[in-house]
T-cell receptor, first 111, second 114 residues
Framework: GENVEQHPSTLSVQEGDSAVIKCTYS??????FPWYKQELGKGPQLIIDIRSNVGEKKDQRIAVTLNKTAKHFSLHITETQPEDSAVYFC??????????FGRGTSLIVHP | KAGVTQTPRYLIKTRGQQVTLSCSPI?????VSWYQQTPGQGLQFLFE???????NKGNFPGRFSGRQFSNSRSEMNVSTLELGDSALYLC?????????????FGSGTRLTVV
């Protein structure tokens, strides 16, 4: 089955800095890669996604890049703000038909 | 439009008891998936229902079961509760199976087994 590795597990940045979270996947049949943000006391929220026919996608301060050959994808957050502090999860779908999630990255943005 | 509604938000149960959790998906979504979230194991897939049929099942014992009704609302049941079942149980609503268009998650039910 699919295996998704996510790094780092914790990321601490100063407000205004950029943050990058990386994920690798094992199943070359996976073709859909969403990212979720989970704030304390809430369920994960879909913030951006990318499909395998696209290399990069942007939405304001967040962007996702995908390298199919290397089987890795990354979330980039620019100009971080305290409200970006949360746990971020990557996932991969399409191969096993059940999304496989990474273990999560706790992002802390210091004011 | 209304989001995914999970009830109850919190539950405390004793070992050996059973529990039923409820989920109302977004209107028009026919797929409901259930996940168990713990600090040690992350998000673990339990099962997925689409049009009242179980389409996929994760690697959990038979004590975990679920069903979906004709209005797409779903319930999951855990029988003979164990301490290790303490977790946040998340319901995820989707337009299609396999989460291929992303999930909308509910806020979860926090189950504590004592």
């Amino acid at each position: 089955g699919e295996n998704v590795e996510q790094h780092p597990s914790t990321l601490s940045v100063q407000e205004g800095d950029s943050a990058v979270i990386k994920c690798t996947y094992s199943d070359s049949a996976s073709n859909y890669f969403p990212w979720y943000k989970q704030e304390l006391g809430k369920g994960p929220q879909l913030i951006i996604d990318i499909r395998s026919n696209v290399g990069e996608k942007k939405d304001q301060r967040i962007a996702v890049t995908l390298n199919k050959t290397a089987k890795h994808f990354s979330l980039h957050i620019t100009e971080t703000q305290p409200e970006d502090s949360a746990v971020y999860f990557c996932a991969a779908s399409g191969g096993s038909y059940i999304p496989t999630f990474g273990r999560g990255t706790s992002l802390i943005v210091h004011p | 439009k209304a989001g995914v509604t999970q009830t109850p938000r919190y539950l405390i149960k004793t070992r050996g008891q059973q529990v039923t959790l409820s989920c109302s998906p977004i209107s028009g979504h026919r797929s409901v998936s259930w996940y168990q979230q713990t600090p040690g194991q992350g998000l673990q897939f339990l099962f997925e229902y689409f049009s009242e049929t179980q389409r996929n099942k994760g690697n959990f014992p038979g004590r975990f079961s679920g069903r979906q009704f004709s209005n797409s609302r779903s319930e999951m049941n855990v029988s003979t509760l164990e301490l290790g079942d303490s977790a946040l149980y998340l319901c995820a609503s989707s337009q299609s199976t396999g989460g291929m268009y992303g999930y909308t998650f509910g806020s979860g039910t926090r189950l504590t087994v004592v």
